[in-house]
């Protein structure tokens, strides 16, 4: 596929109004449950006060309001995405927690509207899979860092048994006639160890460091609930999984749900999310 379908798909998938609406509406679940994927990259960014930082596929409000709470009161966080729904939920987000030193702003990672050397640390949270030209982004991340600046990615990494991606998704992933592109936009683009790691490196980035962890991110809910949130937040996901026949369908549904009833404890669904951590310098 061309970059500019890619493209094309990520904002047809992610930018719509619907994706918005339901975002915001699993806010506060999604907001707990991926909470130690959050305060985990928020350490390997490592913000100190007074920082410019840019964060990337904001969605509805983190890293983006973490990490303002951590540059206060000097610093200040610009966050991006491509979706003006989402952005307006992150400001109501922001607002709702008295942070105030976040500013948001509708563009794409591959024309950054913003001039050379403005920040001190780029970060994205679970957004880097998802851009059409990963080689194209990061020249424009290098760009409006300052020199020395840091970056900061956090992507999926391999899932398996018990995993919130692997119990929920594989079971749909595994009956689709057409699988994915590997290399193109999709959440398990960068889950091959050193893969990212590698395309900074070859992007100019200096002092690229990787860290895998497995992290608990349990959902408040049955499994149900969590599949159905999935299928409600995840477009990708839940286009793909429309593509099968019924019964196929059905069949990866009830998988789905045994492999995460497993972790079901009647007010908790336990499943956790390997990550790949990938930080960097600009020399």
Known sequence: MEISAFKQQVAQDWASDDTAA?????????RE????ITNALVEAAQPQPGMRILDLASGNGEPAITLARRVAPTGHVTATDLSEGMLSALRANAEADDVTNIETKVCDAHELPFADGTFDLVTSRLGLMFFADTPAALREIERVLRSGGRVAFLV???????????AAALPFMRRLAIKPDPDGPGPMRFAESRK?????EGAGFANVEERSAN?????RGSPQELLTSMMDLAAPFRNAAATLPDEERTAAEQEALNDLGAGYDG?????TAPVII????RA
């Open 156 to 166: 999926w990494g391999p899932p398996g048994p018990g995993t919130y991606f692997g």
């Open 33 to 36: 449950q991926m909470a130690p």
């Open 22 to 30: 339901a975002w915001q509406k699993y806010f506060p679940q999604m």
């Open 215 to 219: 992290l608990p991110t349990a959902y």
């Open 278 to 281: 990938v930080t960097g310098t």
């Open 267 to 271: 007010e908790l669904t336990k499943v």
């Open 196 to 200: 990212l790691a590698t395309v900074l």
